[in-house]
Structure formats: structure tokens, C-alpha cells
């Protein structure tokens, strides 16, 4: 350990920080934490004497994993609705062909009609 901190096993930084291994995960895995991988094993960095500064970066990391949530679902949602354009687009379409297929039966049998 160094003054700055330390190098602990997601074990122990969940021990430490007293956050689940999942939660622990998820921080790695968005770059939430500053983090380092040694032979398929991951420490992260550890700040012991940082209790306030862990606090605020408890707020900043879930913030941050909202703010990636809402991103994805933002993205999902815009693809949703572009489909769903597509399909009205191509359902409008189909109906003003069938009206204009109608109108034109019509009008050939009225034409008929006339002679």
C-alpha cells in the first residue's frame, strides 16, 4: 500500500466498499472505477483514507450508470420509433394505392355505365 492508496481484489474491494460483486462488476465493466487486470484477475484502485471522496464517487458512479442506462434506452427507443415509422410510412402507402385502385374500378364502372 502507498499513500495514495491501494491495488484490491474485487473481493476485497467489495468487502471494503460494501458494495456487491455484480455492482462491483458493473463499475469495471462501464469504467467506473480505475481498475487493472493481472493474469485474468482484476484489482481495482482503493482509496482507505477517502471516506467523503468515496461517498462522492459512490453518487458519481451510479450517476454515471444512469446516464448509461438512459443512453441505451434512449437509442432503443429512437430505433423503436424510426421502425415504427417505417411500418405507418408503408401502411400509408398500401392505403392510398388501395383507395386510388377503388376509385379507378369505380370510375371504369361508371364509365361502363354511361355507354
Given at each position: 500500500m502507498d499513500e495514495n492508496g491501494q491495488?484490491?481484489?474485487?473481493?476485497?474491494?467489495?468487502?471494503?466498499?460494501?458494495?456487491?460483486?455484480s455492482?462491483?462488476?458493473?463499475?469495471?465493466?462501464?469504467n467506473l472505477v480505475k481498475f487493472k487486470e493481472v493474469n485474468g484477475k482484476y484489482f481495482i484502485w482503493y482509496h482507505a483514507h477517502a471516506p467523503k471522496k468515496d461517498?462522492?464517487?459512490?453518487?458519481?458512479?451510479?450517476?454515471?450508470?444512469?446516464?448509461?442506462?438512459?443512453?441505451?434506452?434512449n437509442f432503443r427507443l429512437m430505433n423503436e420509433n424510426n421502425e415504427l415509422k417505417l411500418i405507418l410510412t408503408s401502411?400509408?402507402?398500401?392505403?392510398?394505392?388501395?383507395?386510388?385502385?377503388?376509385?379507378?374500378?369505380?370510375?371504369e364502372t361508371n364509365e361502363h355505365l354511361k355507354s
Amino acid at each position: 500500500m502507498d499513500e495514495n492508496g491501494q491495488w484490491l481484489s474485487i473481493m476485497e474491494y467489495c468487502r471494503e466498499r460494501k458494495k456487491s460483486i455484480s455492482t462491483v462488476r458493473r463499475y469495471i465493466k462501464s469504467n467506473l472505477v480505475k481498475f487493472k487486470e493481472v493474469n485474468g484477475k482484476y484489482f481495482i484502485w482503493y482509496h482507505a483514507h477517502a471516506p467523503k471522496k468515496d461517498l462522492m464517487e459512490d453518487k458519481l458512479m451510479h450517476l454515471k450508470m444512469d446516464n448509461n442506462r438512459l443512453a441505451n434506452d434512449n437509442f432503443r427507443l429512437m430505433n423503436e420509433n424510426n421502425e415504427l415509422k417505417l411500418i405507418l410510412t408503408s401502411q400509408q402507402r398500401e392505403n392510398f394505392n388501395s383507395i386510388r385502385n377503388s376509385n379507378s374500378v369505380q370510375n371504369e364502372t361508371n364509365e361502363h355505365l354511361k355507354s
